[in-house]
């Protein structure tokens, strides 16, 4: 199995401030280098909006041009500033999974450290995954949606900068974390807690459960866009089972 390696206290601390250091240092630089792009930065954010947009295209809609309003002083500059930060932690969070790793393998046997490698490199996989979906898909459908949509004629959707900002990333962190299902069960399995057959049990229960919660976070009414959210889900507690069983047969 392969021996840890025994470090002493101070010696875990001064390992643990090198890498809060070096994460915190990466966030900081993305953070400044996304704040410089900001005109490519909001041409990418933006882009779902536009009436050009990819999906739109390929559906052959041509959806009416959205202008955004802003209603306060120094909104502008705090929103530049919040998806700076956004993105530079997301950029960064590839390096910080890696160096957190260093900072735990010295703890880990031989055979733990090749299943985190797998699973560090499998949960950044799935972690992009999610958030693409959400951009060229979820939320462009959402919020197309959700602009033409009214109670009332007399009521006119002006849509603000900050509504906009914080919905795409909101809805981009919630399926960047959906998507982490299977490292969340492999987890969950290598402590105990659950096991692929009561998965397999709680197939239909899964399902539904999943068709609510797509339900709640894109509410477009449709049930295209349902599927589209609830169908990768369920494939993926479907492969969690699959990881679950592996990491039962080599326990």
Same mark, same amino acid.
């Given at each position: ?25 990466? !966030?900081?630089? =993305?953070? %400044? ?10 041409? +990418? ?12 295209? +390929?559906?052959? !809609? ?6 955004? !309003? @802003? ?24 390096? %910080? ?13 031989? @055979? ?7 699973? +560090?490199?499998?949960?950044? #996989?799935?972690? #992009? ?7 060229? %898909?979820i ?17 006119? @959707?002006? +849509? ?13 962190? !919630? ?36 068709? %609510? =919660? ?11 866009t349902?599927?589209?959210?609830? =169908?990768?889900?369920?494939l ?14 080599? @326990?």
């Amino acid at each position: 199995m392969g021996q840890k390696e025994e470090m002493g206290f101070w010696d875990h601390l001064e390992v643990l401030r090198g890498t809060l250091i070096r994460s915190l240092s990466a !966030i900081f630089v =993305l953070s %400044i280098v996304a704040f410089f792009l900001k005109e490519q930065l909001f041409n +990418i954010l933006f882009a779902p909006a536009r009436s050009d947009f990819i999906l739109y295209r +390929i559906l052959g !809609i041509e959806p009416q041009e959205v202008c955004f !309003i @802003n209603i306060e002083l120094a909104s502008q500059f705090m929103i530049h500033l919040e998806v700076s930060l956004v993105i530079g932690l997301v950029c960064a969070m590839p390096l %910080i999974i890696v160096e957190f790793y260093r900072f735990v393998a010295p703890a880990l046997y031989d @055979n733990e450290r090749r299943y985190s490698v797998g699973l +560090i490199v499998g949960g950044i #996989v799935l972690f #992009v995954l999610g958030i693409l979906l959400n951009y060229f %898909i979820i939320f462009p459908i959402t919020f197309r949606f959700l602009v033409e949509y009214q109670v009332d004629p007399m009521v006119v @959707n002006q +849509i603000s900068l900050g509504s906009y900002i914080s919905t795409l990333l909101l809805l981009s962190l !919630i399926l960047g974390v959906l998507f982490e299902m299977p490292v969340l069960a492999w987890f969950l399995a290598m402590v105990g807690v659950i096991d692929a057959k009561m998965m397999g049990r709680f197939r239909r229960h899964a399902f539904v459960g999943l068709l %609510i =919660l797509s339900a709640v976070i894109t509410p477009t009414g449709d049930a295209v866009t349902l599927m589209l959210v609830t =169908l990768p889900l369920y494939l993926l507690y479907e492969v969690s089972i699959v990881i679950v069983r592996r990491c039962e047969k080599r @326990n």
